[in-house]
């Protein structure tokens, strides 16, 4: 399991200290939700933020695209320094070539489904994609509740991807604390997103041991 805050969550006023402390805590990767007041209701960061928390940390960039302008916005955010791009199929004039693109500049290419989206919406896609990220929330703000009805899609995504050998990983975002994470990981999600789950803890170092020890037994 890798574990990867959320930095929608964190204090931007000391970012480059958020960072570290996550990282220092025991952190795989950084999560990065990038939008664009469009797609989502909300406006946050670009490539010169991703750019800036390139310079103060190795872990692997994680960016999720919440754009209307995927094809424009994924390149510059891998050049910036973005290790994954995660898109939602629905704002791709052309999915697949958007994430060969995106595997073409060297990043790992997702695609990111919310919880209304039928899985048969992006099976498709699956043969060219090196993660798909399940939104346990809809995409837009931080510190919502967890949907518990995504945990069975997570289950089946999980399967399909074990029955047709496919080197994908499942990536589940939103509401993901250390009281619900095993059940995230027992349905099979690989990459946990959480932000206010670590964030708005008091020890983000005693939160993450936590969630590694609620998941140990799985």
């Not at 910036?80 to 995660?86: K, P, V």
């Not at 629905?90 to 052309?94: A, L, P, Q, V």
């Not at 919880?115 to 048969?120: S, T, Y």
């Given at each position: 399991m890798?574990i990867a805050?959320s ?5 931007f006023s000391r ?12 952190a795989?990767?950084?999560h990065?939700?990038?939008?664009d007041?469009?797609?989502?209701p909300?406006?946050?960061v670009g490539?010169?933020v991703?750019?800036?928390?390139r310079?103060?940390t ?9 754009v ?8 510059e955010?891998?050049k ?7 898109v939602?199929q ?5 999915p ?10 060297g ?6 489904v ?7 919406e ?10 798909i990220l399940?939104?346990?929330?809809f995409?837009g ?5 967890f949907?518990e ?11 399909i991807i074990a ?7 499942v990536e589940a ?9 095993h059940r995230?990981v027992?349905a099979?999600?690989?990459?946990i ?16 041991r936590r969630m590694?020890k ?5």
């Open positions: 890798k805050p930095i929608l969550s964190a204090d970012l480059k200290d958020e960072i570290e402390a996550v990282e220092a805590a025991g795989d990767w950084l990065v939700d990038v939008m007041g469009h797609f989502v909300n406006i946050t490539p010169v991703v750019e800036s928390i310079k103060v190795r872990l692997p960039l994680d960016v999720h695209l919440m209307t302008e995927p094809d424009k916005y994924a390149p955010l891998i910036a320094g973005a290790n994954w791009i995660s939602h629905d704002t791709c004039k052309d697949r070539t958007t994430l060969k693109t995106i595997r073409r500049l990043a790992g290419a997702s695609i990111a919310n919880p209304d989206i039928d899985l048969d992006v099976e498709k896609f699956f043969s060219g994609i090196d993660m399940m939104m346990t929330v995409p703000f931080a510190g919502q509740t949907i009805d995504v945990l069975p899609k997570i289950q089946k995504i999980r399967s029955e047709r050998g496919l080197p994908v990983l975002d939103g509401g993901i604390k250390a009281d619900n994470i995230v027992s099979g999600a690989e990459v997103v959480s932000g206010s789950g670590i964030f708005k803890t008091a020890d983000y170092g005693e939160t993450i590694r609620a998941v140990e037994k799985i």
